[in-house]
Nanobody, 116 residues
C-alpha cells in the first residue's frame, strides 16, 4: 500500500535551518507530484510547495519567500524540504502528500518547533 513517512523535525531557534525528509513507497514515485504541507497550532493545514516527478518544476507558497527549497532523489524515493531562516510562525507539523490512482495519501507528519 502507499506509505509516506516524514522525518527530520525538531527544535530550532529562530533564524536557524532544518531539512525534512519524506520517503514514499507503494506508488510510482518518480512520476508523482509530491507536496509539502504544514499545520501550525490552531491553524488550518496549508500547502508549502510541490515538486513534479522529475524535479524540473517546483512551486511554493508566498510565505516561503525564498527561504525553503524542495528537492527529491527518486533513486532513494525521498523528497526533501530544506528550510532556512525559520521563524516562529513556521512552527507546526509538516506533512508529505501525494495522490495515487485518484486517492490522496498523507504521511503522519513531523513536528517543527521554533523558539525565539
Amino acid at each position: 500500500q502507499v506509505q509516506l513517512v516524514e522525518s527530520g523535525g525538531g527544535y530550532v531557534q529562530a533564524g536557524e535551518s532544518l531539512t525534512l525528509s519524506c520517503t514514499g513507497s507503494g506508488f510510482r514515485f518518480s512520476s508523482n507530484v509530491l507536496y509539502w504541507y504544514r499545520q501550525g497550532p490552531g491553524k488550518e493545514r496549508e500547502r508549502v510547495g510541490l515538486m513534479n516527478g522529475d524535479g524540473s518544476n517546483t512551486k511554493y507558497a508566498d510565505f516561503v519567500n525564498g527561504r525553503f527549497t524542495i528537492s527529491r532523489d527518486n533513486d532513494k524515493r525521498t523528497t526533501y524540504l530544506h528550510m532556512t531562516d525559520l521563524q516562529l510562525e513556521d512552527a507546526g507539523v509538516y506533512y508529505c502528500h501525494t495522490n495515487w490512482l485518484g486517492f490522496p495519501y498523507w504521511g503522519p507528519g513531523t513536528q517543527v518547533i521554533v523558539s525565539s
